[in-house]
Every structure is written in C-alpha cells, then in structure tokens.
C-alpha cells in the first residue's frame, strides 16, 4: 500500500514539473502558434507618407508603447502649467501596487513629477506610468478615458485605453499605425521633452535607471528612440525614430518573437524607409489638438532641445537668435484727433481698464505670496502718473521696496487719460493690441515697511533716489526675455504678462512686455533684459509656482 502511494506521489511530481516546465517555455519563448500577432509600418516623419505597412491597422496589444500616451498627457500639463518637473506625486496604493517592471515605489511615499517621467520613459517602469495617471487623472478609469480621448484627437481611431502603462487589459488595444502617429506628435508638438526617449540612463530619485530601448539605440546609426514594450500576449514591440541625412523615419513593429529578433526587424524596417524616402519631402507637421492651421510651424523642430530642467527649477535656458531681420519706421502720430477718435479712443481705454482690474484681481489672490505684495502695497502711496506711450501699473517707492496701486487709484488715473495720449495704433480696429508698460512716478513718499518680501536681505533697503521714465531698449546685453508662457488669445497672453509685472514688478521693471503668435497659441514674454536679469526674474517666478523660461543668444 505504501508502495503504490509513494507511486502515485511520484507520478504526480512528474506531470506537475512538466507542466511547470512547459508553462516555463511558452512565457520565455512565445512562438509557432502561441507568438503574438504581426505588424509593422514606417513613414516619413516630415511630409507623413507611408513607405511600408503590413497588417498596420489590425487592432493589437500594444504593452508598454501605452506609456508614450501617458507621457504625452503629461507634457501637455506641463505646457499648460498645470503642474511643474519639481511638482511633487503622493504614490498611491494602487501605483505602488503594479507588476514589473518598477522603480519600486511605496504606497504615501512623495516624488517629483521629473523622476516618474524619467522612469516611465527610460525604464518602462509599471509603477510610475500608473503614479502619473492617478496623479493627473485621479484614478486609473479617469484618466484611461482622457488617454483615449487624447488618442481620437490625434487621429489614432483604432486605439482605446484602459490603464497608463500597458499591461494586459480587456480592451486595451492600438494599431502599429496609431503608435507611429503618437511617436510623431511626440517629436513635433513636444520637441523640448523629446530627448527623453534616446538617454540611456538617469537618475530617477529612487535609483539609477538604464534604458530599455539602448540596445538598438547604441546598434543603429541616427536612432533617438522612442519606447520599448513586451507583455505575453503583445509579444516584442517597439515604436523607433532615426535621422540620417536629413532624412526623418518613424517605424513600430508589434508581435517580435524577442529583443534581438525585434531589434534587428527594425533596423531592416529603417533601412528599405530609408531608402524610400524622398531626399526633399514637403514638410507637413500634424497639427496638435486645439491648434489651428495658423499656428502650425512651418519648419522642423530643433531635436537637439534638452529635457528644460534645472536642479530646484523647471526653468532652462533656450538660446535662439533674437536679431531683427528688418527694423520698419514707425507710421506718424498725428497731430490732432478728431472728435469720432477721441470717443473711439475712450472706449479703447474703458476697455483696457477692465483688462487691468481683473488682472489686478487675479494677481492679488489670497494664502500666496501675492497676497504679502498687496498688503505692502495698501501701505504704501498709490502710483498715479501715466506715460504717453502706456499705462503705469506698479513704480518703485523711494526705499527699494515695490508698491502696488489700489484699484480706485488705478481707475481714477484711468478716466483721467487725455484722449489725445493715445498713439493711433492703439485704436479699435487697427491690428495692434493696446500697448501697457511700466513706468515710474516722478516722486513718492516711502511706504510703511512690514515685511521684506522683495529686498535682498543680505544688502538692505535701497537708499531713496529719484526715479525717472526710461524707454526699454534691447541693444548692447539686453537682448534676454523671459517668457511665462503660451495662451489660446492674446488677450489671455497679455492679461498673464500684467499680472506678472505686478506681483514680480521688482525684477521685471525694466522689461518690455511683448506677445508673440507660435504655433502654440500667442506666447507671452517680457523682452529687453539682461542675463543676470532674466535668471533672476525668472527664479524668483518659479518660487511662486509660475513656469518660465529665459531665452536669449
């Protein structure tokens, strides 16, 4: 009896090792009839041509390329200020929870958006991809259906979402087409986050982590990216990018038997795209959600744009070429406006002024550091006097310390404005928004000082001196801006650089507020500085939780 048990026994042992072993080999080794299905496409990054495709369209498992989408979502909060690099993540349960791979995150453990970005990018980690959704979404539900909402606005019509990170869902599926067209509206609409995707390593806070994706990065001559993904039933996928020659290619395979066999189907992908592509390809950017065909770039991106981030700031210097390529003479005033003007002027004016009060409004909030500004500006004598050219806003009183007008100052000096102040290009119907720039009272008594919000403690209040209305030039160094960001009307752009001027008019005084049309929206920027000016204004904006950016050659 105790024979034909220990029998049985072993019997038993036997079949479940063998079946261990054969569960084994079909997870390490997906192919014949359990491999995952086939595609592949390349095209032209720059005009869009498609120069192969092979069952492109068929919807599949897309694994870890989801986190390209989930990176997407999170650069458009980014560029909408809506959260910053430093902005920091509470991990939740569910985050914390996600399979391999992972960075290893803890449920209540706090971390900067930065890192997560690097290791969901770099490392494809699990953990952080779902940290970011649960962060921006609120929760995993929500924020899959903004991903496929995101994924129909850029014309990815067989995708739908269901996670930020890829792993196997019901329902989570996308095409080899759709992934090609997220990786180019990557690398067009956020080309100053895109050399992201060809690091090889970084630092993600918790650890170090290397690339999933450097293999071919390292292999393949002009590869800059884009993501790496495998799950069991996706099989080896990877979305690609490479330059060479001018030349631009997007390719994505899904369904590889394995890395190497994956890595080298690319390369042969590149190559015949290639070879295929026209050396002079019209240039035909996508148009990014919610921007209209005036706004889209009529020239490539910069690729060598680094992730704009700095240690204690989401600031970077961006060096463009600010020289005029034409100087146009101004058109003559005239010498005196008629009646109808004097009424159109007027209104323009009222206009202008409820602009003004509700920027005041916005910017003298309460629980923030604006608030502190207003409370020194309640102390201190209201600035009145006006420019012919502009509107004085914020002065600066005779001890250092800057003073805000109240509201009924600003709206008396308001209906006090001659009519005959205004310069014709300011007048309803012309192209030219109103203009408004800071300008000095001729004296001021010093306000009553309660806290030193603006003085550098180290040298102490600025000795009285008499203060005088100068014109911005951007001659000699002052040919540095500092831009707050970007708006959907240059109404909104111009209300922003108020609001700016008035809760940091300390170190933006001597700058000329200036919008500027991308294909973006209108970008609002305060040009005319120096260097040192430009960092500095623009730090002390980012301790406010105000993105910015210096530029400047």
């Known amino acids: 009896m105790a024979s034909l048990t220990g029998q049985f026994a072993r019997n038993f042992a036997y079949r479940l090792v063998a079946a261990l072993c054969m569960a084994l080999a079909l997870l390490l080794a997906p192919t014949g009839v359990f491999a995952a299905p086939h595609a592949a496409i390349v095209i032209d990054a720059r005009s869009g041509e498609v120069l192969f495709e092979e069952n492109a369209d068929a919807r599949l498992h897309p694994a870890s390329l989801t986190k390209m989408m989930t990176l997407y979502i999170t650069f458009q909060e980014l560029e909408k200020g809506t959260i ?3 902005s920091l993540v509470t991990v939740t349960k569910h985050a914390a ?3 391999p791979s992972r960075l290893g995150l803890k449920p209540g453990q706090k971390i900067a958006v930065r890192y997560l970005i690097r290791a969901a990018a770099i490392k494809s980690a699990n953990d952080a991809a779902a940290a970011l959704g649960d962060f921006i979404g609120g929760n995993q539900e929500d924020f899959a259906r903004r991903m496929t909402r995101t994924a129909k606005a850029l014309g990815m019509t067989n995708t739908t979402f269901k996670n930020a990170n890829g792993l196997t869902m019901p329902g989570h599926l996308s095409s080899a087409r759709d992934m090609t067209t997220l990786g180019r509206h990557l690398f067009y609409d956020f080309p100053q986050y895109y050399n ?8 993600a806070g918790l650890a170090t982590v290397n690339s999933t994706n450097r293999k071919f990065l390292d292999a393949y001559k002009g590869a800059d990216g884009i993501k790496t993904g495998y799950t069991v039933a996706a099989g080896f996928n990877l979305t690609a990018s490479a330059e060479r020659d001018g030349k631009r290619l997007i390719a ?8 190497a066999g994956r890595n080298a189907e690319m390369a042969k992908l590149l190559d015949r795209g290639f070879q295929k592509a026209r050396r002079n390809a019209p240039l035909n950017p996508p148009v990014a959600p919610g921007a209209t065909d005036a706004m889209v770039a009529e020239a490539a991106p910069d690729t060598d744009s680094a992730l704009p981030e700095v240690e204690g700031g989401a600031g970077k210097t961006l060096r463009v070429t600010m020289a005029m390529a034409s100087s146009p003479r101004p058109q003559a005033r005239p010498a005196a406006l008629s009646p109808e003007t004097v009424t159109a002027a007027a209104q323009a004016v009222d206009g202008m002024q409820d602009g003004i009060l509700g920027a005041l409004a916005e910017a003298t909030g309460t629980d923030t550091l604006t608030a502190q500004a207003t409370e020194v500006a309640d102390a201190a004598v209201p600035a009145a006097a006006l420019a012919v050219d502009g509107v004085e806003l914020a002065s600066a009183s005779t001890d250092g310390s800057d003073a805000l007008p109240s509201e009924e100052a600003l709206a008396e000096a308001m209906a006090n404005l001659p009519a005959d102040a205004l310069p014709a290009d300011t007048l309803p119907g012309t192209a030219q928004p109103l203009p408004f720039q800071i300008a ?3 004296s001021m008594a010093p306000p009553k000082r309660r806290v030193p919000i603006y003085d550098d403690a180290a040298n102490g209040p600025a000795p009285a001196e008499q203060q005088e209305v100068v014109s911005f030039s951007t001659s000699g160094d002052r040919h540095w801006a500092v831009t707050v960001g970007s708006y959907n009307s240059s109404y909104e752009a111009e209300k922003a650089l ?6 940091e008019s300390a170190t933006l005084s001597a700058s000329r507020p200036k919008v500027m049309q991308t294909k973006k929206g209108f970008e609002a920027t305060f040009v005319g500085l120096t260097q040192d000016q ?13 993105t910015c950016f210096t530029i400047g050659e």
């Open 84 to 86: 910053t690099l430093d």
């Open 97 to 99: 929870s996600q399979a």
């Open 196 to 203: 992201i995707f060809s690091r090889r390593s970084s630092d």
């Open 252 to 259: 994505t395979i899904f369904g590889a038997n394995s890395t």
């Open 440 to 442: 000095s009272a001729a």
């Open 498 to 503: 108020l609001k700016m001027q008035l809760v």
């Open 534 to 546: 430009a960092d500095l204004a623009c730090r002390r904006l980012q301790a406010r939780s105000v």
